[in-house]
């Protein structure tokens, strides 16, 4: 993936005037986040594209294309690619995404029961 052109395209359009732009620009943020985490994954696994786009039944153009960040994928995409590298995702609203960030401190390591996969969760409780 790109990130690169996805963190350029982002500050290109960080002043957002009107919803639309903000809309924008928050979906681009979220795919970028959520792409990022995939890659990652991917690449620790030797997962190439081709291998990627056959797990959830897609081509490797596509997987190229959302990766370059040339199209946005919808959140079944995006889970499907976080299954097919073993990850699933956790997602909040909130108000501030810069509040949020702060509390990333908190997050400490969770093993599932009957699992190796380690998890990581928030600790509400300060």
Known sequence: MNTKKYIDKLKSTFRHETFE???EFETEMIVAAFLSEIEKAADEQGIKRKELAE???TSASYITQIMKGNKIPNLKT???LGLAVGRKFDVRAVVSV???RK???NI???AMPNEDKVFAFHD???
Do not use: C
């Open 21 to 23: 732009e903000e809309l």
């Open 103 to 105: 509390d990333l401190g």
């Open 108 to 110: 400490k390591p969770y």
């Open 55 to 57: 797990k959830i039944g």
């Open 78 to 80: 995006l889970t499907a």
């Open 124 to 126: 509400k409780g300060k």
């Open 98 to 100: 810069q509040e949020s």
